[in-house]
């Protein structure tokens, strides 16, 4: 059993990267940069390839290490359920939705959780993949009690594409 410590962490560490196992390089590079816009910053060879939005060194890493040819984990077994890739809004979260309908990938779900708006999808390899943006704190659904009271509704997809850039 873990033991509990009383103290939090610092409210300023954030989750600065993801790297996924990948059974295509090639393949994961088409979906991640072709389909959703990532930029590739460095890849050595076909193991091995670093990706970011804005320029940053990498947000996503892929490689087939361990996974080249391989197959996604079978259900019911443990692992990455989804990487999150939170948008600056909610038009730029739309031309997300209008890349994936262009490139024919199916939506798993398509949520509004009260506090974000959401798009879940699988990329090639099986990955769960969430595309979101946060709604601004000041909107997020309260409790009485002043906690934050999060739900499951779907998302309009038609309305969320009008706002498109």
């Known amino acids: 059993m873990v033991q509990s410590i009383s103290t939090s962490i610092d409210p300023a560490v954030r989750i600065g990267h993801v790297h996924l196992k990948v059974a295509d390089l090639q393949r994961a590079l088409d979906f991640y940069c072709g389909v959703l816009g990532f930029q590739l910053m460095q890849q050595f060879g076909p193991q091995a390839a670093f990706i970011s939005a804005g320029g940053y060194h990498h947000h996503i890493g892929l490689n087939t290490w361990e996974s080249l040819g391989g197959k996604p984990p079978a259900a019911g077994t443990t ?55 946060d709604r601004p704190r000041e909107e997020w659904p309260r409790a009485a009690d002043g906690s934050v009271a999060m739900f499951t509704h779907p998302l309009d997809l038609a309305v969320l594409l009008a706002e498109a850039k």
């Open 79 to 133: 692992g990455l359920y989804h990487v999150a890739i939170l948008y600056p809004d909610r038009a730029t979260l739309a031309e997300a939705l209008r890349r994936l309908q262009r490139a024919k990938i199916p939506l798993d779900g398509a949520a509004d959780h009260g506090v974000s708006e959401a798009l879940y999808l699988r990329d090639p390899d099986g990955n769960g993949v969430e595309l979101y943006r």
